[in-house]
Every structure is written in structure tokens, then in C-alpha cells.
């Protein structure tokens, strides 16, 4: 492997897709059959680059530590792992935003503090403090939308796209708590051993960046 290229941390699927796209927009060059490819590490010489597929949550771990020069994360995981590192740009993609979910007709008990499941413990307990609500917190890794519909929690905490799969487990949105868009994050060591490099991709990716936002 070459030192001199960069590592770059990334969640496989539609993050992936959209940034590996917007790196070819930015002019790297990066082959066609790139998102096939079943490796969790991938390289491309043209490009001089080296991707590392992780789960989204790994993600900032891998550029903290070092083993990743750059990453693109989500806000959400970014707020809810709170790592050391960098945020150097918004990438503008895979848009989708936290809510507050709950059962129709659902009311808050008086003196109770309401149950809410999340995958984003951190994120919805800052959330719900600055509200002046508290509430308990219970960690889910998955099928968020389970917790109500079994007496697990009063409401839940999670990520909405198109709001499909809280309608089709029959659950409705009480609040909307802030957009979510992917962003380029960087080791703080790799941002000064490598600069050059990774200043080069911010340079080349905000034009392109700002087309895309203006095209839509």
C-alpha cells in the first residue's frame, strides 16, 4: 500500500454511492464498477486513493484513530460519537433528518419521566435537555420503530428519509429535530502530514458541491 494516498473511511450503500460520486464529478478518477465490489477495502491507483468500508458509526472511529487519513460520516453520528476529529465541509448528501415518533394520540403523563428508544442516545438526551424535558433513555440498535408498538418506550428518536416506515408501523411524527447531510471529516494528524492532499479534494469538491445544490 501506498503511504502517500489517501485513506477515506466511508459506510457502504447509498453514502458511499453518492460520494464516490461526487469524487468523480470533482474529476478523480474512479472506475465504473467501483460500488460492485464486494471488498471491504478498496483501492484505486488512478486516484491515489484507498477506501475503507465500515459501519456508518465506525466510521469517525477509524479517522480518530488514525487508520483512516478522511471519512464521510453523517451529522448524526458525528453528534452521537462525539470523536476527535475534523469537519471540513458538508457534503450536501444523502439529506434526511431526526425526529421525535410516537403512537397517534399519544400525551405525556404528568411527573413521568417518558421512556424514549433511539439509536442516538447522546444526540436525544442533549436534545430533549435543552427542551427542559427529561426523559429515559433506552439504546436500540435497530427496528427503532418496534419500541412503542411493544410498550418498550413512549417515543422514539431516528433518522427519517421519506417517513414510510414510521407510517407503516402506524407511527407519527411529534417533532422534527434537525436536517441530517453527510459530512468530510479528517484525522488531525493526516490534515497536517497530509494538507496538501486533503486540501486539494475540499478545493475540488466545493464547485461542485454548490452546482449540485443550485441544480436541484
Given at each position: ?45 488512478s486516484a491515489g486513493m484507498r477506501f475503507i468500508l ?163
Amino acid at each position: 500500500m501506498n503511504n502517500e494516498w489517501l485513506t477515506i473511511a466511508m459506510p457502504k450503500g447509498r453514502i458511499f454511492d453518492e460520494a464516490v460520486e461526487l469524487l468523480r464529478l470533482a474529476g478523480y478518477d474512479l472506475p465504473p464498477e467501483f460500488e460492485e465490489s464486494r471488498k471491504l477495502i478498496i483501492e484505486s491507483e488512478s486516484a491515489g486513493m484507498r477506501f475503507i468500508l465500515a459501519k456508518p458509526m465506525d466510521v469517525p472511529t477509524y479517522v480518530e484513530h488514525g487508520v483512516c487519513d478522511v471519512g464521510v460520516a453523517g451529522k448524526d453520528v458525528l453528534i452521537e460519537e462525539e470523536r476527535d476529529v475534523y469537519e471540513l465541509l458538508d457534503l450536501q448528501i444523502s439529506a434526511c433528518y431526526m425526529a421525535v415518533a410516537a403512537l397517534p394520540g399519544y400525551e405525556r403523563k404528568k411527573d413521568i419521566a417518558p421512556k424514549v428508544a433511539t439509536k442516538y442516545p447522546n444526540l436525544a438526551s442533549s436534545y430533549f435537555r435543552a427542551q427542559g424535558e427529561q426523559v429515559e433513555m433506552i439504546k436500540l440498535n435497530g427496528s427503532i420503530e418496534l419500541a412503542p408498538l411493544v410498550g418498550l418506550a413512549d417515543r422514539i428518536v431516528d433518522i427519517v428519509s421519506t417517513g414510510q416506515t414510521l407510517k407503516e408501523n402506524g407511527l407519527v411524527e411529534t417533532e422534527e429535530m434537525m436536517t441530517i447531510t453527510s459530512r468530510l471529516i479528517v484525522n488531525p494528524v493526516s490534515y497536517r502530514m497530509k494538507a496538501a492532499a486533503i486540501d486539494e479534494m475540499v478545493t475540488r469538491l466545493e464547485p461542485v458541491i454548490a452546482k449540485e445544490e443550485t441544480s436541484e
